[in-house]
């Protein structure tokens, strides 16, 4: 199971840290990857980090701007999102994937209920 918490409304320009609990024992094991959906338009990748960390991907969209990171003694992802803008706005999803190093979308095994992150111009 997976909680994802941290969205909210934000000004251009601001950050936000997003969070998603895991539950479970093999979370330590698993990659993990952010996805989000804007109105109107299809899921799309945004970030993901291997189980050991050393393996990171990020959209270019997002690069230079986000930072995907994990805590495994928490099981816990996080996803820091700085220099917000307008067109971040979406519901951010997490997902584990139940192998060692992040794939596509459709190989993660499980999915949160997604957090909403609104920027205003």
């Known amino acids: 199971q997976l909680q994802a918490s941290g969205g909210g409304l934000v000004q251009a320009g601001g950050s936000l840290r997003l969070s998603c609990a895991a539950s479970?024992?093999?979370?330590?094991?698993?990659?993990m990857g952010w996805f989000r959906q804007a109105p109107g338009k299809e899921r799309e990748f945004v970030a993901a980090?291997?189980?050991?960390?050393?393996?990171?991907y990020y959209a270019d969209s997002v690069k230079g701007r986000f930072t995907i990171f994990r805590d495994n003694a928490k099981n816990t992802v996080y996803l820091q999102m700085n220099s917000l803008k307008p067109e971040d706005t979406a519901v951010y999803y997490c997902?584990?994937?139940?192998?060692?190093?992040?794939?596509?979308?459709?190989?993660?095994?499980?999915w949160g209920q997604g957090t909403l992150v609104t920027v205003s111009s």
């Open positions: 997902a584990r994937k139940e192998s060692a190093m992040p794939g596509s979308e459709t190989e993660y095994d499980y």
């Open positions: 479970g024992r093999t979370f330590s094991r698993s990659a």
């Open positions: 980090i291997s189980w050991s960390s050393a393996t990171i």
